[in-house]
């Protein structure tokens, strides 16, 4: 079951699964809200990036961007393509996706590194 519910909602879920399973003792002790959550979210994706670096390093890809203008942000996502070499199944992963401070002339930065 996929929902797609922002990071905020996990608060009322961690109370829902324990309102919704009262005689759980797991359910009673599920506490994993926004913070937890991120954090969690923050790891995978940190894991996903060093795996996706160490398949760039070892056979070819292809990177594409495109702008993405938020209200207060431009975001620069940086999608990887490749091909496994055994299935030739083709899978597009994001690397990162780095904000452009500033105007938009060429040079952005990720935490604080020029590129």
Not at 41 to 61: A, I, Y
Not at 78 to 107: H, M, Q, W, Y
Request: with cysteine; aromatic share 6%; glycine share 4%.
């Amino acid at each position: 079951l996929q929902l797609n519910l922002p990071m905020t909602a996990m608060d009322k879920i961690s109370k829902a699964v324990r309102s919704s399973f009262k005689d759980s003792a797991i359910a009673k002790k599920f506490h994993c809200g926004r913070s937890k959550s991120t954090a969690m979210v923050k790891e995978v994706s940190r894991d996903t990036q060093r795996n996706l670096v160490k398949k760039m390093k070892s056979q070819p890809f292809t990177i594409a961007t495109d702008c993405s203008n938020d209200a207060h942000a431009k975001l620069y996502p940086l999608v990887v393509r490749t091909v496994n070499p055994k299935t030739f199944e083709v899978t597009s992963d994001v690397l990162a996706v780095p904000e452009c401070i500033g105007s938009a002339t060429g040079k952005c930065s990720i935490a604080g590194n020029k590129w």
